[in-house]
């Protein structure tokens, strides 16, 4: 599974990105996607995900109210809506995929987020 992160770029402190990821194969059949972010200096870390056919949402408390992840299966595609950005939101963002929900399996090669104060 190819997965392609895209929709990164810079931004002011308030304003809002949509990252995309858009998957080789079917998103339907993915138990497991999210979106981690590394930024420089530190260790990647969970941003949100969705799981299977139920749809469930799960965010770090730092994004928390702000960001919104979401998966269109017609388009194979994974969303990360991100709004209220703040500086501390600068990092690349990952896209990941899992066929279970016990492990991320594919991930994707990166977006870069930078938010300006």
């Known amino acids: 599974v190819q997965l392609q992160a895209s929709g990164g770029g810079s931004v002011q402190t308030g304003g809002s990105l949509r990252l995309s990821c858009a998957a080789s194969?079917?998103?339907?059949?993915?138990?497991?996607m999210g979106w981690f972010r590394q930024a420089p200096g530190k260790e990647r870390e969970f941003v949100a995900r969705?799981?299977?056919?139920?749809?469930?949402?799960s965010y770090a408390d730092s994004v928390k109210g702000r960001f919104t992840i979401s998966k269109d299966n017609a388009q194979n595609t994974l969303y990360l809506q991100m709004n209220s950005l703040k500086p501390e939101d600068t990092a690349v963002y990952y896209c990941?995929?899992?066929?279970?929900?016990?492990?991320?399996?594919?991930w994707g090669q990166g977006t870069q987020v930078t938010v300006s104060s």
């Open positions: 969705i799981r299977g056919s139920s749809g469930t949402t």
């Open positions: 194969e079917r998103t339907e059949s993915m138990n497991l």
């Open positions: 990941a995929a899992g066929a279970t929900i016990l492990a991320y399996n594919y």
